[in-house]
């Protein structure tokens, strides 16, 4: 894991030392957050980002002054006043019980798959486990602690998430595709968190002619798929070497040209990225 030094964070409309962070008293009450990578200084999906953000709040019906422009106004400033070229940056809106808001952004270390493993694939197991509202994506620290556990006793790069139904949902920090005969399977949206790099590997079997399905996955039916990858902001699209006892192929064709035209789209967007697109409120095409 890198750990870049942030030297500020976003405090609502102030610029707040780091020695001053207090991550608790950040998240007492609900808390609606995104996680967001940031290329060169740029950061990636922006627009998408700050869209599942605002849909969340407004799911949840909180009241906020927070815009657009002022979340995108706040990012730079974050970016520029710590000389921000790669790293992830969170940013959130805390609903305390007393309905005040509060708004913050900091820099979060990060850590990004070895080149090897987009070739070796990576160690993934099942566990029993479900998160509440799985569309809003909603901070909750004793789920992510037990998942920390849970990952560092299996030795696993990720946990894939097994309802109550035995059916499987999502990687606790990505989504999970399925190949067969070509095809993607994905979970249905409404048991997931729809992800941002989820959203794009859609766009990208659609425009390449890919037939992609959602449905329910039984989690006793995964050894009859060829190939498997998780898809989310910092691993990108990682394909998955075993889940369990099952062995999956990762030399797959279709996930390579996926991969291939995912870095093609990262490229393209850090290509058009422009602060301006977002002072006048709207979002750019996602």
Avoid at 81 to 89: D, E, K, M, V
Avoid at 215 to 232: H, M, N, R, V
């Amino acid at each position: 894991m890198e750990i870049v030094v942030s030297t500020n964070f976003i405090l609502d409309n102030e610029v707040v030392s780091s020695s001053d962070f207090n991550r608790k008293q950040l998240s007492n009450g609900i808390v609606i957050y995104e996680v967001i990578r940031v290329s060169n200084s740029i950061p990636l999906f922006l627009g998408a980002h700050i869209d599942r953000f605002i849909i969340s709040i407004n799911k949840l019906g909180v009241k906020t002054n927070v815009s657009i422009s002022t979340i995108a106004s706040r990012i730079s400033t974050l970016i520029n006043i710590n000389n921000l070229s790669i790293g992830n940056i969170r940013f959130q809106l805390c609903f305390s019980k007393n309905s005040q808001t509060t708004f913050s952004a900091w820099i979060v270390p990060h850590s990004y798959p070895d080149k090897e493993l987009y070739i070796t694939g990576i160690k993934v197991a099942t566990l029993a486990s479900q998160r509440n509202n799985p569309n809003l994506k909603i901070f909750n620290s004793n789920f992510k602690s037990s998942i920390s556990k849970h990952k560092l006793e299996l030795g696993v790069y990720e946990l894939l998430l097994v309802n109550e139904n035995g059916f499987v949902t999502e990687g606790s920090k990505s989504n999970i595709f399925f190949l067969k005969d070509n095809s993607l399977i994905t979970p249905k949206t409404e048991q997931v968190l729809p992800g941002i790099t989820r959203m794009k590997v859609i766009q990208i079997a659609g425009s390449m002619g890919i037939k992609l399905l959602e449905k329910k996955i039984s989690s006793t039916s995964l050894k009859i798929y060829d190939s498997a990858f998780i898809s989310g902001t910092s691993p990108k699209i990682l394909p998955i070497r075993n889940i369990d006892e099952i062995q999956f192929n990762t030399k797959n064709d279709t996930i390579n040209k996926v991969m291939d035209e995912y870095e093609l789209m990262v490229a393209k967007d850090m290509l058009s990225f422009n602060w301006d697109h977002y002072t006048n409120g709207r979002l750019p095409d996602k």
